[in-house]
């Protein structure tokens, strides 16, 4: 099993930024991608971003594309997620995750480990 462990949520103004992290130990061989997903109250949980873990390329959904980037520091094991020029409508808590090979990275249901969460609120 991998565990992971989220931080870096918290209130900010509209066109602020945030980084998120997320530090990923245990069996981190396992992880083909780490994904980045969102879930705002009376909303499904979305896609956000993800990371390939091996070479880190990254994919971001088009809602945040521009504005969001994930990225990886190898030497911690530890995904990050820049979150730029920040709207009201990215208000949620934000989960990290993490999935073997073979299955869509942008479904969450691919997914078998998750984050506790972690709120972020933008002001307007």
């Known amino acids: 099993q991998v565990q992971l462990v989220e931080s870096g949520g918290g209130l900010v103004q509209a066109g602020g930024s945030l980084r998120l992290s997320c530090a990923a130990s245990?069996?981190?061989?396992?992880?083909?991608?780490m994904g980045w997903f969102r879930q705002a109250p009376g909303k499904e949980r979305e896609f956000v971003a993800a990371?390939?873990?091996?070479?880190?390329?990254?994919y971001s959904a088009d809602s945040v594309k521009g504005r969001f980037t994930a990225s990886r520091d190898n030497a911690k094991g530890t995904v990050y997620l820049q979150m730029n020029s920040l709207k009201p409508e990215d208000t949620a808590v934000y989960y990290c995750?993490?999935?073997?090979?073979?299955?869509?990275?942008?479904?969450?249901?691919?997914?078998?480990?998750w984050g506790q969460g972690t709120q972020v609120t933008v002001s307007s």
């Open positions: 995750a993490t999935k073997g090979p073979y299955t869509d990275y942008s479904k969450s249901w691919a997914y078998d480990s």
């Open positions: 990371i390939r873990w091996g070479d880190r390329y990254t």
């Open positions: 245990g069996r981190t061989e396992r992880i083909y991608h």
